[in-house]
């Protein structure tokens, strides 16, 4: 982080050339690797995906072992569409370190072979943990809307709010829900795998209660405990659905809403869902209505929106709210 922080003051003072950031960079850390790290990041968060793949390669030769200059460097052949070379470095990576949680998902989404029904806990709380500083600026630059969608389809479904309902934000991350549920909540609880994720959203200070725990686990635990289960982008680490809703549907009183998130697979997939190579899960609509009626949730709504950017283009998806049937 240190380093990150450094060479990002680099570049904000320097000409628009690699080189002179670069030089800049050296002088400050000795060795060539972190330097050459350094602005593979910097370029992926310009948009800049050619440099960063030069600058990445260099890093990994340089320090063939360095986690965070692998994934940089797979994450620039994503953005080109280069899943090919993607797959490539994931799975040297792999073979140094077979076990890895982030190598082996995002090898599963670049290729389509060994796809697991969701994301291991493992993974998340990797990739969370290591994203909790910079999450909420991260979704601003990718005109993130899953707080307002939901709580507009939140208003639709729901009576205007009485601080009445115990509501769980379900993958709660950051907190980024909190504040727009908070006014619907008589006790209102979070619950996510990353615990510095979680940290954060205890700076938010509206939380009754948060919680580091896996989603499905936690729902099944929850009998009948809420009346309001939120997800905002949270399932897009599931891909197969059914688990989460029936655990949703038993942590639900009767007569209680779900309203969920999920981005909307562009092409029919034979299990409903499918993964994609920049880690997360898409879902056909028609899977995800059979899933809750299959659950025993009824008066199902969707409406289509577009929930973020990804790569500069609009991400369709699905903001979904289910009721809880009498039974």
């Not at 320097?14 to 050296?26: C, E, M, N």
């Not at 200059?69 to 470095?89: C, M, P, T, Y």
């Not at 009626?293 to 709504?301: D, H, K, M, Q």
Request: proline share 4%; glycine share 12%; aromatic share 6%.
């Amino acid at each position: 982080r240190g380093d990150g922080q450094l060479l990002a003051s680099t570049i904000q003072d320097a000409p628009d050339g690699a080189g002179t950031s670069r030089l800049q960079a050296r002088a400050w850390r000795p060795g060539p690797a972190v330097a050459d790290h350094g602005m593979a990041s910097i370029r992926l968060g310009q948009g800049r995906s050619a440099e960063a793949v030069a600058f990445g390669d260099r890093a990994i030769v340089l320090n063939p072992g360095h986690a965070l200059s692998r994934k940089a460097l797979a994450r620039a052949h994503i953005n080109l569409g280069e899943f090919d070379q993607a797959a490539q470095v994931y799975r040297d990576w792999l073979a140094d370190e077979p076990d890895n949680p982030i190598a082996r998902h995002q090898l599963a989404g670049c290729t389509g072979v060994g796809v697991p029904e969701r994301a291991a806990d493992a993974y998340l709380e990797t990739t969370f943990d290591a994203f909790a500083s910079s999450f909420d600026a991260r979704l601003e630059q990718l005109n993130y809307r899953g707080p307002e969608q939901v709580v507009e389809a939140l208003a639709r479904s729901c009576p205007a709010p009485a601080g009445a309902l115990y509501v769980l934000d379900a993958g709660c991350g950051t907190g980024l829900c909190g504040a727009r549920l908070a006014p619907y909540a008589r006790r209102l609880v979070g619950v996510d795998l990353s615990g510095k994720m979680l940290a954060r959203a205890a700076s938010r200070q509206v939380y009754d209660e948060l919680v580091k725990a896996e989603l499905t686990d936690y729902l099944g635990a929850a009998s009948a405990a809420f009346d309001l289960v939120v997800a905002a982008d949270t399932l897009c680490y599931f891909g197969a659905l059914e688990a989460v809703m029936r655990a949703a549907h038993g942590a639900l009183r009767t007569g209680g809403l779900l309203v969920f998130t999920v981005e909307e697979a562009g092409e029919a997939a034979r299990e409903g869902y499918r993964i994609h190579p920049h880690g997360r899960y898409s879902h056909a609509e028609p899977y995800v209505t059979g899933v809750l009626a299959g659950a025993g949730f009824g008066g199902i709504v969707i409406s289509h929106v577009i929930l973020r950017s990804e790569g500069g283009n609009p991400v369709a998806s699905l903001v979904v709210v289910a009721r809880k049937l009498d039974g």
